[in-house]
């Protein structure tokens, strides 16, 4: 009896060693996983970290990828731009790639696709190397080259890019920048010289031919169908306006009587001509008065109001902004947007058609 008992306290004491065996592996175990899923995630940021702290990764919100830095040096750019801030009442200099990332960043929405971002690219950098070169400086504070404003091209600093994007601003400048490294130089030629690369953001289905809301005729800027404008969020408006602002603006007499509004129309179906009042006037005439978003308007007297309804945005002159997205969304590259909007043009490099401009840095 006593030999058996132990036996069995030795089968015990085994069972309990072999038990004691197989926590010790599983302690170390736990603690790896442990150990991995802490500093992993940190192994993969760090690189990522400037020693400011900036995280340098740029995320396509559209296909969610991260994509490395792209910088632009400035020996990209052939000449700086001088640039007068309104606010401030200052000047800044800014080499040529940096100010066309800027200007393209406060000219169309960031989330367009990266080919109509390098069609406009293209004609922010060929309008100001075509002002450079024609430009009346009449129109300019001394000491700059264009103001920041729509009187030349729209132009935001980079930190007031950074206050108006907030989080957003690493992969929409990333992405802009993309735009403007890939397009780097490159500026739209007619007979060897840079053309006026008129844009707006949404047309009603048609360009306008320049001299149907300008004065001159250019032969690259012709009437085209841009269908892909109907996706755009502002291809139709309404406004509605009391006759008595309507007659302060035109300075005509409505009063309550009904009236027949005659128009005439373009190829492009915007207003010609209207009579409004006992008054002819262009559209254009009438768009900017009554700040209506197009000049393709038609007209309805209600009570005691003109209810304006609008097709397009902008005075429909070359590249529209919509229509170079749509046709990226088809497939479409820069080229053939820029080439499309602009007729029998060429892509050219600013060092060979602006040689004097280019050398004067």
């Given amino acids: 009896m006593k030999k058996r008992k132990r036996r069995l306290s030795k089968k015990i004491i085994t069972k309990q060693s072999s038990s004691n065996q197989w926590k010790v592996p599983g302690f170390i175990f736990i603690g790896s996983l442990i150990t991995i899923i802490l500093i992993l995630p940190t192994l993969i940021v760090v690189p990522f970290i400037q020693s400011d702290g900036t995280d340098t990764r740029s ?55 990266l080919e109509a971002l390098k069609a406009q690219s293209l004609a922010a ?13 009449g129109k300019v504070p001394s000491g700059a080259d264009v103001t920041d404003t729509i ?34 130089g490159q500026i739209i030629t007619y007979d060897d010289q840079p053309i006026d690369p008129s844009f707006f953001s949404t047309s009603n289905g048609y360009t306008e031919n320049s001299e ?21 969020p502002k291809f139709t408006d309404q ?12 300075s005509v007499s409505i009063g309550n009587s009904s009236e027949n509004y005659a128009v005439k129309r373009t190829e ?9 009042g006992g008054k002819t006037f262009s559209g254009r005439d009438v768009r900017e008065a009554l700040g209506l978003r197009s000049n393709d308007f038609e007209v309805e007297k209600k ?55 280019a050398a004067k840095n």
Avoid: C
């Avoid at 406004?239 to 035109?250: D, G, H, M, N, S």
């Fill in 59 to 113: 995320v396509d919100t559209e296909n969610e990828e991260v994509e490395a830095e792209v910088v632009l040096n400035p020996s990209d750019s052939p000449f700086s731009v001088t640039v007068f801030r309104s606010n401030e009442n200052t000047t800044e200099n800014v080499p040529l790639e940096d100010y066309v990332t800027r200007v393209v960043a406060s000219e169309m929405p960031a989330d367009f696709e």
């Fill in 151 to 184: 009187q030349h091209q729209v132009y935001k600093s980079d930190t007031q890019l950074r206050e108006l994007w907030g989080v957003d601003y690493n992969w929409k400048m990333n992405k802009i920048k993309q735009a403007v490294f890939d397009t780097k």
């Fill in 268 to 276: 492009s179906n915007r207003v010609a001509e209207i009579t409004i």
């Fill in 125 to 137: 950098r060929t309008y100001i190397v075509r002002y450079l070169m024609h430009g009346d400086e």
């Fill in 239 to 250: 406004k509605v306006i009391p006759i008595t602002e309507v007659e302060a603006a035109l």
């Fill in 303 to 357: 009570d005691n109001h003109l209810v304006f309804k609008t097709k397009g945005y902008g005075h429909g002159v070359g590249m529209s902004q919509y229509g170079a997205n749509g046709m990226a969304q088809e497939g479409k590259n820069y080229e053939e947007i820029v080439t499309y909007y602009y007729q029998d043009v060429e892509i050219n490099n600013v060092n060979a058609a602006a040689p004097k401009l």
């Fill in 212 to 232: 149907d809301y300008w004065a001159n005729e250019l032969p690259y800027l012709r009437s085209v169908a841009s269908p892909w404008d109907e996706q755009s």
